[in-house]
Each structure stands twice: as C-alpha cells, then as structure tokens.
C-alpha cells in the first residue's frame, strides 16, 4: 500500500466513482474516499470546481495533481503503480496494452451508451421519480443486445476481453453491469449469452468488486 492516499471525490454509487475504486483496489493503492452530495449541489461549488472544471463526479488528486474522467484515471493509477497489486491490469508490453486501450474503448464508444442509458432510466429514474422513456429503453437494450453478441464471440476465444488476464478492459464494464444485472429486469441480456455470463460471474467475483459494491451498498439511500 502507499503512505500517502490518494483522494477521490464523489459518491460509490456513481458508476464513474466504481470504476475508479475498482481499479485502486485492484492495485492495492491506499485511498481517501470525499463523498460529494450531488443533490445539494456540491459538484458545482466554486471549490469543487477547481479540481473538476466540468462539474462532474469523480476528481482525483495525488498530492497537488488532480485529473479528471475515471477511464483516464484508471491508466494513471496502472501506469503509476505498475509494479504492485495485479501487475497485469494495463498490460506489459505494447501489445497487450494495444489490446486493452481496444476494448477500453469499445466499452466507453459501444458499451456504455446503451448501458448507460438502461442504468439511468431503470435503476435511478424511479428512485428519482423521473418518467422513464419507453421508446429509448427498448433502442438502448436492442443496441445493447448487438454490443454483447460482438462479446460474446469474443468471450469464445479467450477468457477475458483482451487475453487471458483481467485488465482494465474487463473492469471497466463493471460499473452499468452491476447496476444492469443486479438491479433490473434486463440482467438476462448478460446471463443468457454463455459467454459473456460466464465472463460476467468472473469478473463480478473479483475481491476488489465485491468491496465496491459494499461501499456502494452501505451508501444507497434507504427507499
């Protein structure tokens, strides 16, 4: 573990947040975690808005550095600690990082739109009392549904999305995943794929996952 924390602002149940808390635990970096309260308005407070100029969650600070965006968070923290904790997150050479920035990025241009759509408008529409979108609900699960047939067909060739190890490929789709598979009613587009079930159960079980979702549990707000 490190002697100096590291700070991340903003709230677990943010699947931004996860991702990053995920990827820390992953490298056993030792962290502050600074919840922000997003409906009294705390991520657009002037001070806030020094370390996150767009207003939004999460902010990362390593003594005066700050970033932003929890993909890019996620490669500083594997780049910076390589060497501790899972030493295969961001890969060892250049071939196996070209394979994990290729999925990153099929996650973050394929998978989290209409992931992330069916996580708003299922999981916190209703806690939100926010009318859901019917018609946007069923485009995002049947582009969802084509982005996992694509997976799935990879997930017959090797365990994980970029090889044979876990990577930040595979963590980041943790975050809409857990909300889609635990939370609501289309878990099935993830179970009853073989592959990507499978896949999905491994990646699920991982120690530094099933801590996120505890903080993230003791964090919901009682209904």
Known sequence: MTSTPVKVYGPPLSTAVSRVLACLLEKQVHFELINV???????????????????????????NFTL???????????E??????????YGIN??????????????????NPPSGSLVFQLAFAPRMNIKQDEGLIKQSKEKLA????????????????????F???DLSHLPNA???????????????????????????????WKKVVEMQSSSFPKS
């Not at 932003?68 to 594997?78: K, L, N, V």
Request: glycine content about 6%; aromatic content about 12%.
């Open 167 to 169: 990577t930040l490929a």
């Open 94 to 111: 250049p071939l196996e990082k070209a394979s994990i920035e290729q999925w990153i990025e099929a996650e973050s241009q394929s998978f």
């Open 37 to 63: 309260n997003m409906s009294k308005g705390e991520h657009k407070s002037p001070d806030y808005l020094k370390i996150q100029p767009f207003g939004q969650v999460p902010a990362f600070q390593d003594d």
């Open 146 to 165: 084509k982005v996992l047939d694509v997976y799935d067909r990879r997930l017959g060739e090797s365990r994980y999305l970029a090889g044979d190890d």
């Open 80 to 89: 910076k600690y390589a060497s501790q904790g899972n030493i295969k997150l």
């Open 178 to 208: 857990q909300y889609l598979v635990n939370g609501t009613d289309v878990g099935e587009l993830f179970t009853s794929r073989d592959n990507v079930g499978r896949w999905w159960e491994e990646i699920s079980s991982r120690e530094s």
């Open 68 to 78: 932003f965006e929890s993909r890019a968070i996620c490669r500083y923290i594997s």
